[in-house]
């Protein structure tokens, strides 16, 4: 896990502020570019701030909600990350706003970089209030704190997965070659890469990262089709582990099957059924209905390009060869946070 948070990180950031930032640190105001999302510094705030943003939400449940307001930036990790990231992409967004503030969205040349600052800047247009460097680097925290925790559990899972059982190395290996042959890096690469899409899936359905989801409150009594009666205040939620494992969605669900999504999809008229970035009743990692995940999609395209890079880059295995436990805390479930694996580069 300490591996793998940085790798999502620099991943994210990668499209969250670019390869190449700007800023105007240089002397006499000329622009100066360097790598803010490779900085260790930056990577180690983003993801110290992905860890803290749970933690802090655990203690202040603990406190009365009249004094949540007080307590939160006293002793929450918010206002203090905000800081540090402010030193890091605060001459970046002031000299996008600038540039913005000049041009609008078309840029000389078009030199506009097209990734989350500039999509936020389209956003916040005609919001003075938002278009700020202090609300944007807000944005940009709560934004890798979406993408860097959830993304970092759903592929150390996959990881352990493929760990111990490494008789699915080859077949994936070889698909990942063929179409990255045939399509290069692209999207539609990943598109085509059906087996690992399966795995993936595969992997999330055997432990979706916690026994209950779709955590939901009454906010009045609320009363059921079939008579059943919720009381105002009430939380509800479903079962996801069960559903996820239950013979009646799932052939043999409680045994890992990494490609049992790539043979449905096999079928006829079911070609883009069973995807992963597919929310269904038998499948809620991403939720389900209008409150579906609408980052699943970055989340799992992020996913399968990290994994495709380690299966084709290296070779790897468990120590002992046994996949290591989750950890678990109540209804929450976790990857192993200190398990090993070993790699070894490939000739």
Same mark, same amino acid.
């Given at each position: 896990m300490q591996t793998i948070l940085p790798v999502v990180s620099r991943v994210s950031n990668r499209l969250f502020i670019g390869l190449k930032c700007t800023n105007t640190s240089g002397s006499e105001g000329t622009l100066t570019s360097f790598t803010v999302g490779r900085d260790p510094e930056y990577i180690k705030i983003t993801t110290q701030f992905a860890r803290d943003v749970t933690t802090d939400a655990m203690w202040l449940h603990l406190v009365p909600s009249f004094l949540r307001p007080l307590a939160a930036p006293l002793f929450g990790h918010l206002e203090t990350a905000t800081r540090k990231v402010m030193k890091h992409v605060g001459p970046i967004i002031q000299h996008r706003l600038s540039m913005d503030d000049q041009y609008g969205p078309d840029w000389p040349d078009g030199d506009r970089p097209n990734d989350l600052i500039?999509?936020? %800047?389209?956003?916040?247009r005609g919001h003075p209030q938002r278009r700020t460097v202090r609300g944007l680097t807000r944005t940009l925290l709560n934004v890798n704190f979406g993408a860097i925790h959830t993304t970092t559990q759903?592929? %150390?899972h996959a990881?352990? /997965?493929l760990a111990s059982n490494l008789e699915y190395v080859q077949p994936l290996r070889e698909e990942i070659e063929y179409v990255t042959k045939s399509h290069g890096w692209t999207k539609a690469a990943l598109g085509k890469m059906v087996k690992l899409d399966s795995f993936m899936k595969e992997s999330s359905r055997f432990v979706p990262g916690g026994a209950v989801g779709l955590m939901r409150q009454a906010l009045k009594d609320f009363s059921f089709s079939d008579g059943t009666t919720v009381p105002a205040g009430t939380l509800v939620g479903i079962s996801v582990l069960a559903e996820h494992h239950s013979e009646a /969605?799932?052939?043999n669900g409680g045994v890992f099957d990494p490609f049992r999504f790539s043979r449905m999809r096999e079928e006829a008229g079911e070609g883009i059924k069973?995807?992963?970035?597919?929310p269904a009743p038998d499948f809620l990692t991403f939720g389900l209905g209008r409150h579906a995940c609408p980052g699943r999609f970055?989340?799992? /395209?992020e996913q399968k390009l990290i994994m495709a890079h380690v299966i084709l880059t290296y070779d790897l295995k468990l120590k002992d060869g046994v996949r290591p436990e989750d950890e678990w805390v109540s209804i929450m479930g976790g990857a192993n946070t200190t398990a090993e694996v070993m790699f070894k580069k490939r000739r």
């Open positions: 500039s999509w936020l %800047l389209d956003e916040a759903g592929f %150390l990881l352990y /997965n /969605n799932y052939t069973h995807q992963m970035v597919a970055f989340a799992v /395209n």
